[in-house]
């Protein structure tokens, strides 16, 4: 069954520095989304992309973060400068086009700011 | 704006007893609704959905929950609970175009006992 994969799973960096969080979404999915989610909290939504664009994003969404999808494959969110507070497990999903509607998450990527 | 609140961060069953994992939405229309199960670090797994048609719908692993839009609720059951449901469950709704993202509930997390 085709899934969601996502590279690191676990990725330490230092406060200050950019990281790369890289997904795989499901191949024929055109819609793709962000979320986290911090330590014992619920899950929240970052952004979604569709045809090349970002369709929506939240006010966490701020000017350190971006996302690209550089190919046929590949959807990336990178955070420029992390801090802190960005610590936590980031989701990648992604939804096919019509009416299924249910989005697939990847594994995660568990990113720790020290 | 779209709210799920579920009721009880934390769940306690007997194994064999029935499971009920509360959720009720806050939306002017009713929404799309799913439950997610997150496994120990593990992501987010589809269980079930309501779109539209029968307000009674089964997922996976024996799952099963009803919409009721007088109640706004979309309550998860099991009749018989097994030491492998323990876990996480995330109530989520996206409101009817689909293409929006996903609001999540804080979670439950639901223990079994032997």
């Known amino acids: 069954e085709p899934e969601v994969t996502q590279t690191p799973s676990h990725q330490v960096t230092q406060m200050g520095q950019e990281v790369i969080l890289r997904c795989v979404p499901i191949?024929?999915?055109?819609?793709f989304y962000w979320y986290r989610q911090i330590l014992g909290q619920k899950v929240e939504f970052l952004v979604s992309?569709?045809?090349?664009?970002?369709?929506?994003k939240s006010e966490i969404f701020d000017d350190q973060f971006s996302v690209e999808r550089p190919d046929g494959s590949n959807f990336t969110l990178k955070i420029r400068s992390t801090k802190l507070e960005d610590s936590a497990m980031y989701f990648c999903?992604?939804?096919?086009?019509?009416?299924?509607?249910?989005?697939?998450f990847g594994p995660g990527t568990r990113l720790t700011v020290t | 704006a779209q709210s799920v609140t579920q009721l009880g961060s934390h769940v306690s069953v007997s194994e064999g007893a029935l499971v009920l994992l509360r959720c009720n939405y806050s939306?002017?229309?009713?929404?799309?609704l799913f439950w997610y199960v997150q496994y120990p670090n593990q992501g987010l797994q589809l269980l079930l959905k309501?779109?539209?048609?029968?307000?009674l719908v089964k997922g996976i692993n024996g799952f099963e929950a009803e919409f009721k839009k007088s109640e706004t609720s979309f309550h998860l059951t099991k009749p018989s609970a097994h030491m492998s449901d323990a876990a996480e469950y995330f109530c989520?709704?996206?409101?009817?175009?689909?293409?929006?993202?996903?609001?999540f509930g804080k979670g439950t997390r639901l223990s079994v006992i032997a």
């Open positions: 992309f569709y045809n090349n664009e970002i369709s929506e």
């Open positions: 989520a709704v996206s409101d009817r175009s689909g293409n929006t993202p996903l609001v």
């Open positions: 999903a992604s939804r096919a086009p019509g009416g299924t509607y249910e989005q697939y």
């Open positions: 191949s024929n999915h055109l819609y």
């Open positions: 939306s002017s229309v009713p929404p799309y």
């Open positions: 309501y779109t539209t048609g029968a307000t």
